[in-house]
């Protein structure tokens, strides 16, 4: 398996001495995040997003099974696999592990071999399944996220910013007059201009929380966590200028064409309460703006 080290994998537990022997047997392969308690956990996970959690059962406070619980509540932590160490021997409690969403279980005192291949075995697993939702998150024509990426990150750093009462904003765009491009020039080479402009806007998602997505069609979407309007307005324009000064030759190299682009900008801090789809919706009324006041423009 590639690229293993990358792979995090979060340990729960309260006991120093467990912690730091699950650390010295996955610490060759992982990178290992710790946590000492159920709360923690629930912060460290939805910080951090590891990749695995290791999840110790007898815990003071909250302890192991309200813990796993509450991360499958959570739709930020739900999907995150964990595996369950405990010293409990009972059938009854592994049960009642696996039926709140444990993937599988660990007892102590712990085997070197036995932690490294359960681990190793559902570290294979999300790797598959990642693979698998990369090949229903991309847009095929032009390798970048497609709405339904866009609405799962969207989501998630909505949250974030809520949480951490940072700002968020949005650009949607839309390629001026795309249908008499494509009545002119034909399918195939509006499809490159597609894949020409969805590269300049992918140049501007320059951080790991940035996400350009092609929302449908020829309509873009720029999502900017942790910024607020007056710099989203900045990367606005350099699109918006790099988009019309771009030259896409036609396919037998004749003749150089170019569009422009539409955006409409917004930014907000979230608060609790706040509505997501309303925030896209007033993006949306920007844009239509922006259309119907000349085109190539940008509006806020």
């Known amino acids: 398996m590639e690229a293993e080290q ?10 120093r001495s467990n912690l730091a022997m699950l650390n010295k047997i996955l610490s060759p392969e992982y990178t290992i995040l710790i946590a000492k308690s159920g709360e923690d956990a629930l912060g ?3 910080e951090d997003n590891p990749d695995i959690i290791l999840l110790d059962i007898v815990m003071a406070g909250m302890d192991g099974f309200e813990t796993l619980a509450r991360l499958k509540d959570s739709p930020v ?3 995150i696999p964990v595996i369950i160490i405990t010293g409990l021997s009972e059938e009854s409690d592994e049960e009642r592990g696996f039926f709140l969403g444990a993937v599988d279980y ?3 005192p712990f085997k070197n071999a036995i932690v490294q291949a359960r681990v190793r075995t559902h570290m294979q697993i999300v790797h598959q399944m990642r693979m698998i939702e990369r090949i229903g998150l991309i847009d095929p024509l032009t390798d970048i996220p497609n709405r339904r990426s866009f609405d799962n990150r969207a989501d998630m750093e909505w949250r974030r910013c809520t949480r951490e009462e940072n700002p968020i904003s949005f650009l949607m765009m839309d390629i001026d007059n795309f249908k008499t491009y494509n009545d002119t020039y034909g399918h195939p080479q509006g499809d490159v201009l ?17 996400m350009a997505a092609r929302l449908g069609g020829e309509e873009f979407g720029l999502l900017l966590a942790n910024t607020n309007l007056e710099k989203a307005l900045t990367i606005a324009e350099k699109i918006r200028s790099k988009v019309e000064a771009n030259q896409v030759p ?3 190299g004749k003749t150089m064409t170019s569009v422009t682009i539409s955006i409409g900008a917004v930014s907000t801090v979230p608060r609790l309460g ?6 896209i919706t007033r993006a949306d009324g920007h844009l239509y703006t922006a259309k119907n006041t000349g085109r190539n423009r940008i509006f806020s």
């Not at 590269?199 to 790991?208: D, F, N, V």
């Open 6 to 15: 990358s792979h995090r994998v979060l340990i729960v537990d309260d006991e």
């Open 44 to 46: 460290r996970a939805e």
């Open 77 to 79: 932590t739900s999907k």
């Open 106 to 108: 660990i007892t102590k």
């Open 194 to 210: 597609l894949k020409s402009v969805a590269k300049i806007l992918a140049s501007e998602a320059k951080r790991p929380a940035d």
């Open 250 to 252: 036609t396919a037998d």
């Open 274 to 279: 706040d509505s997501m789809l309303d925030f």
